[in-house]
């Protein structure tokens, strides 16, 4: 079933870092891909294999009168919460009210009124003190009861299907390896979304910037116009950002800068942050904006207080779909058979298939049931999630040449 597979790849603790030099970034991803490339096989799929970077393939032969298809979903989680003894709860026929998760953590409807959607269904829910790993385990568990349920109903008409389980996506780095020679494929999907009934073909633009903060320490009793105090300088530099810009007063189309990380004392300093925007141009006026920051502390201070390194992550993958609406269209028609209201919405975030699709792979984005990721109050539907597996099995049908 399918709640038992989520249940199952729930409990690999997967989390990916960015504090690592090694591919995959984290050693319990291996594991969970050892353990999805022998389920591949155990369903008796062609070309399965774990390469040396912790990718597994998958291939399932079908009718080439029809079109030859891909999925996608990552193993790792987010860092923003610990993936370590993730403690599932089922909730039978939500009524509606908070969630107590534990005696102090309370998923409350009036801070997440996406619950009310969800009264009479059946959810999957934390613990409180983990992340649930739905993001994406929930995908890979909707692959997977796709696979088995194809094989085990030969009856059912689709073509060749092509399936990849990648790493490091939460890092920005789940197609630094990926191998196209084994995804060959008429187009493909990610399985990286939330609610069943969208189909996302727009995300931001991403970078990241790194602050250095290098200050000047001397003792605080004879400090005066002789210290430069790193941290003091890194919080200057972050005032002088946008205070609107920030996650918690964007949506929509709406771009951010937002600071993941900081660390520092008197003589050095760094901050972290990530830059987003659906519009191109206007990523680029947010990194000028760190630029003109950068040169104004340097200048006011003197010498090179502040380094700034600025790398472009990914692309907006929606100007690649302009003439090639045919993946955007079979889940539409799809969506309407299955009796789903077809809508789509720009990813406030990125997908490994935007990378795909920059590198000539068409791959939208679709839902798999899950809810408020990267935290404590992270839940999965179980409805919705069985949806998505017959939303997939009827795009299959669907896609005749």
């Not at 107590?100 to 269904?121: A, I, S």
């Not at 990914?314 to 009796?339: D, S, T, W």
């Not at 839902?367 to 839940?379: A, L, R, S």
Request: glycine share 8%.
């Amino acid at each position: 079933m399918l709640i038992d597979k989520l249940l199952d790849y729930v409990r690999y603790d997967t989390m990916s870092t960015e504090n690592s030099e090694t591919f995959p970034s984290t050693e319990g991803q291996l594991v969970l891909a050892k353990h999805l490339l022998d389920q591949l096989k155990e369903l008796g799929l062609e070309e399965t294999v774990m390469d040396e970077y912790g990718y597994v393939y998958g291939y399932l032969p079908g009718d080439p009168q029809y079109l030859t298809i891909g999925f996608n979903s990552h193993m790792d989680t987010s860092e923003q919460a610990s993936g370590e003894n993730v403690n599932p709860r089922i909730i039978e026929s939500y009524d509606g009210k908070d969630i107590y998760l534990n005696d102090t953590v309370v998923t409350e409807v009036e801070r997440f009124p996406n619950l009310l959607d969800y009264v009479g269904k059946t959810l999957v829910v934390t613990d409180g003190n983990t992340l649930l790993g739905a993001d994406d385990k929930a995908g890979i568990a909707c692959i997977m009861e796709v696979l088995e349920t194809l094989v085990k109903n030969p009856e059912i008409k689709h073509g060749p299907i092509r399936v990849c389980f990648s790493p490091d996506e939460e890092i920005g780095k789940g197609t630094l390896h990926f191998d196209y020679d084994r995804f060959k494929v008429d187009f493909a999907y990610t399985l990286d979304g939330d609610k069943p009934n969208r189909i996302e073909y727009e995300n931001f633009n991403a970078a990241s910037a790194r602050v250095k903060v290098r200050g000047i320490s001397v003792h605080p009793g004879s400090a005066k116009n002789a210290m430069v105090n790193a941290s003091t300088v890194a919080m200057e530099f972050h005032s002088m950002l946008d205070p609107e810009a920030i996650p918690e007063k964007t949506e929509g189309y709406e771009g951010f800068n937002h600071l993941v990380g900081m660390s520092g004392d008197v003589e050095k300093a760094q901050l972290n942050y990530i830059i987003r925007n659906h519009d191109h141009e206007l990523l680029q006026k947010q990194k000028r904006d760190f630029e003109m920051i950068r040169d104004t502390l340097n200048q006011k201070y003197g010498y090179e207080v502040i380094e700034l390194t600025l790398q472009d992550s990914y692309r907006n993958m929606r100007e690649c779909f302009i003439g090639h609406e045919e993946p955007i269209e079979l889940a539409r028609k799809a969506m309407e058979q299955v009796g789903l209201d077809f809508e789509t919405v720009a990813i406030r975030g990125g997908t490994d298939g935007a990378s795909l699709t920059w590198n000539g792979v068409l791959c939208p984005n679709i839902g798999t049931g899950g809810q408020n990721f990267h935290g404590v109050h992270e839940f999965w539907c179980k409805e919705d999630g069985e949806k998505v597996v017959e939303l997939v099995l009827t795009m299959l049908g669907l896609a005749k040449k």
